[in-house]
Structures are given as structure tokens and as C-alpha cells.
């Protein structure tokens, strides 16, 4: 034990760290990431080592410039060696550990480069197959084929780092507002938009079912793993209620499936919703302030945080995103009953007649038509909403909100519960769901409050802040019909 702690105390004062990446290296030299030092010229003069990936190689006739990054921001460090040295047989795409000294650069574009003294090739990549070649921009169509190599491209890792900031900003904000973060199920027996657009769940193996005894207990197969048909979960939002009925104000974050059938860049099979649920809503206006300061803190927190990625994605989506975003932040939300937004859409090339669901384009002309501005669109007939959307005063609509965003359309869907047991059972029994949802009727029968929430689609957000053309390209590994690649 003494000599143990004599050998500890050695290291520390030798400023050696244990790590799986200390056999590749003997020397004493700080470990950082490549945007330790491209943003922050502290270690200029220090020598330091870094691990990433090819991103070009520049050969003259006495230095070889080879770019270095490792996923931790968008620039990249660029290492500075002779003709000769093993920096030379760098190729694109290789993956290598660099080691030397940091000095000023005098390019005006980078503030610093690092000059070498060490260079381990650990992975080799014959840069004529590698899919992905310098100064050449490749189609987000093409690139989608080699969704395992993305990340190595700008555009992926991006995307990748502003959706890793949001899930945090989104997070942040629920927690500081006293939400119970809740995991909901992925597994359920509950439809809760009612569109039958579910994946069902079953054992691959029939083996499996016929392991099982049936419910009459001879032996036998059973129909149903779980007794009854299982589907993966189209939303959180059941489930929700029912721990808000004890804990006062809950939300989740995680996937959710839908079976789509369009092939459209608007869709995806599985993708992520945020959604909440609270008590003491005295009405829909409730619901909306909390959506609406959500929104507008998490993409103006991420506008700060992530300047340098959207400056980049938003200049390859279109010069004039940027400003889209922040108009959309500078402007307040519009707020139209569906009956106003009938009336506007009376001038859409495709007009709408009272009771008809909004389209994508009506959504997005209702956008226009507000300047720009975020619009919520409230009292819906109560036909196109789910049963569990309380029925206002004379039963003709809902107190329903969707929130309307350019680029995505509908963002985000809520509204008041129906908390009235007599309503609430009347819905259920016209939607031939009463008695598969006897436990939600119980939520109102035991000791129910007046409560409401909403959904938001992560993917659209991310697609609004990004402004990424198609959905896909939001989210690592996309699946939409006929495409489950890795």
C-alpha cells in the first residue's frame, strides 16, 4: 500500500495521467482536444498531443501540411512537418495521434498551428476508396449512403454537435423549471393519436410462443407475447398523465414510431419527441406561455452556443436562414383561432373549408402570411383532435393549440385533458377505446385536476435551427419507409 501511494503521488507531481492511450505514449505532454486550442491560444509554446482524423494532406518541395480533426468542433488544427516525416504517408480519412509543439500561425484564418515532432498512423485509409474526397461538396443525397461514416463529414458533424447542445438546452430548461423527468415506455398496448399507424411488436422465433403456456394453462402457443398486441409507441403522453397525477408537473424525451407511408422529406418512421405535462392549467393560454418560452430560449441558448456550426450549416442550407431564426426570436408569436386561419387560407392556392385538417403548405402559408413570426393555432373542431383534447364550452372545438414554424410547419401539438369523467368516457366510448382505457378513465374517476400539455417534435426543431432541407439529415441514422440502413 505505502509503495503504491509513493508511486501515485510521483505521478501526480509528473503530471502523468492513468488512461487506456498512455501505451501509445511515454512522453509527459498535455492531451486536448482539437478545439482546446484552435479558439484559445493559452497553449501556444506547449507541447501537446492529439488524436483525430485526415481531413486534407498539402504537399511542397520542404513541408508537408497535413489538416487534423477530431469531432470536437468544426475547425480543424493544422500540423505543419518536413518532407520525410511520417506526417508524408498521412492519407485522407487515416486516423493518427500528433504530437509537438503549438505555435502562433501566421495564416490569418487559424490562430494557431502545430508543429511536428511525432506522428503514430493508427488506422490507414486508402483515401481512393474512401468515399469522401477534399474540397469537393457532396450531396446530402449521396453522403446518406454511408450513414456509418457521416460523422466524419462537416455538414454530419455539425448537425450532430447542435443536436447534442439542444437535447442538453431542452433539458436544462425542465429542470429549472422543477419538471420530473419521466422514462415512458417504448413498449405499450395504447394507440394514443388513434391513427392505427403503429409497428407491431412480436418474438421473431415462433419457438419462443411455443415455449409459452396459454392462458388457459395447457400447453400451447399463444397468440400474443404480452397476452395482447404490443406496438412500439407513437407517444409518451398516456403514460405521462399518469405520473403528473402524482407528480405535478413531468416530461420525457426519447423515440417514438410511427408506421409512415409517405416518402416525402418531411417524415420519418422513428424520431424523437419532447413532451410535458402539467397540473393547475387554468387555461390553454397556460399551455401555450410555457411552449412558447421553451422554444424561444432553447433555439436562442443554441444560436450562442452553436454560432460557429449553424454560421456553417446555415450557409450551406441558405444564406437566408440565419436570418430567419432570429427574426422568428425578435418577433412575437401570432396567435389565430382555426376559424382565422380558414379565413387567411381563403388566398392559398388550395383553399380550406371549416372542419378540414391543415396541410404542411397551409401551415407553412399561415406562416408567411404572419411575417415570419411563430403562430399558434388554436380551437379546433373537435373531430380532427384525439379524445383525450377537452371539449370547450357548446362541444364544437377543442382546446387545442398546434405552434406553426417556418421551414417545418407544425412544431408543436397540445392542449387541455379532457378531465371531466362523463366527457372523457363519451369520447372513448365513440372511438371504441373504453375498454382498453378503463385505467385512464380511473385517472379521473381518482382524485383528478385540471391539466394540460403538448408534444414537440425534436427533429423538426433541430431541422428549423439547422435549416437542413429534408429531415433525414437531422437525426444520425434516419429510418423511413423502405429504409432501415445499419
Avoid at 27 to 38: F, N
Avoid at 113 to 141: A, M, Q, V
Wanted: aromatic residues 10%; charged residues 25%; proline residues 4%.
Amino acid at each position: 500500500m505505502m509503495f503504491f501511494q509513493k508511486t501515485l503521488k510521483k505521478c501526480f507531481q509528473s503530471q502523468l495521467r492513468f488512461s487506456p492511450l498512455a501505451r501509445y505514449s511515454s512522453h509527459a505532454e498535455a492531451r486536448l482536444r482539437v478545439k482546446d486550442v484552435v479558439h484559445d491560444e493559452s497553449h501556444v509554446g506547449q507541447r501537446v498531443s492529439l488524436l483525430g482524423w485526415v481531413k486534407s494532406v498539402r504537399k511542397q518541395k520542404e513541408l508537408v501540411f497535413v489538416d487534423v480533426n477530431d469531432g470536437s468542433c468544426l475547425k480543424n488544427l493544422q500540423i505543419v512537418s518536413g518532407v520525410g516525416a511520417a506526417a508524408e504517408s498521412c492519407t485522407l480519412g487515416s486516423s493518427v495521434r500528433v504530437s509537438g509543439t503549438l505555435r502562433k500561425s501566421s495564416h490569418p484564418q487559424q490562430k494557431v498551428e502545430l508543429f511536428l515532432e511525432k506522428c503514430e498512423i493508427f488506422g490507414n485509409c486508402d483515401s481512393f476508396e474512401y468515399p469522401f474526397k477534399t474540397k469537393t461538396r457532396h450531396s446530402d443525397d449521396y453522403v446518406r449512403q454511408f450513414l456509418h461514416l457521416r460523422a466524419r463529414t462537416n455538414t454530419g458533424a455539425c448537425v450532430l454537435r447542435v443536436r447534442n447542445a439542444v437535447s442538453m438546452l431542452v433539458h436544462q430548461y425542465f429542470q429549472e423549471k422543477d419538471f420530473l423527468f419521466v422514462h415512458t415506455p417504448l413498449l405499450t398496448t395504447n394507440d394514443c393519436e388513434g391513427a392505427g399507424e403503429t409497428f407491431t411488436v412480436a418474438p421473431s422465433s415462433q419457438a419462443t410462443l411455443e415455449q409459452l403456456k396459454s392462458d388457459d394453462g395447457t400447453r400451447g402457443a399463444p397468440k400474443h407475447y404480452f397476452k395482447q398486441p404490443a406496438h412500439l409507441t407513437v407517444s409518451g403522453q398516456l403514460h405521462l398523465e399518469c405520473a403528473v397525477s402524482g407528480m405535478s408537473r413531468v416530461y420525457n424525451f426519447g423515440p417514438v414510431f410511427r408506421a409512415e407511408k409517405s416518402i416525402s422529406r418531411h417524415h420519418l418512421a422513428e424520431f424523437y419527441m419532447v413532451e410535458a405535462e402539467l397540473i393547475d392549467t387554468n387555461s390553454l393560454d397556460d399551455v401555450i406561455r410555457l411552449v412558447d418560452d421553451l422554444v424561444r430560449s432553447v433555439i436562442s441558448a443554441a444560436m450562442d452556443r452553436c454560432s460557429e456550426d449553424l454560421a456553417f450549416l446555415h450557409k450551406q442550407a441558405s444564406p437566408s436562414h440565419d436570418g430567419v431564426v432570429r427574426g422568428l426570436l425578435q418577433r412575437p408569436s401570432v396567435r389565430l383561432s382555426y376559424q382565422e386561419a380558414c379565413d387567411v387560407l381563403q388566398k392559398h392556392p388550395h383553399p380550406v373549408k371549416y372542419g378540414d385538417d391543415l396541410k404542411k403548405d397551409h401551415e407553412k402559408f399561415l406562416v408567411q402570411h404572419c411575417g415570419g413570426a411563430a403562430v399558434f393555432v388554436t380551437d379546433f373542431p373537435v373531430h380532427l383532435k384525439p379524445f383525450y383534447m377537452r371539449t370547450n364550452e357548446g362541444g364544437r372545438t377543442a382546446a387545442a393549440v398546434d405552434l406553426l414554424f417556418p421551414l417545418v410547419g407544425e412544431l408543436v401539438g397540445g392542449s387541455l385533458r379532457e378531465e371531466r369523467l362523463q366527457v372523457l368516457q363519451e369520447r372513448l366510448t365513440a372511438a371504441g377505446l373504453v375498454d382498453s382505457l378503463q385505467w385512464y378513465l380511473q385517472l379521473r374517476k381518482f382524485g383528478t385536476l385540471p391539466h394540460g400539455g403538448f408534444g414537440l417534435g425534436f427533429d423538426r426543431l433541430i431541422q428549423f435551427v439547422t435549416g437542413m432541407a429534408t429531415i433525414r439529415d437531422t437525426i444520425p441514422f434516419p429510418r423511413y419507409v423502405y429504409s432501415c440502413s445499419l
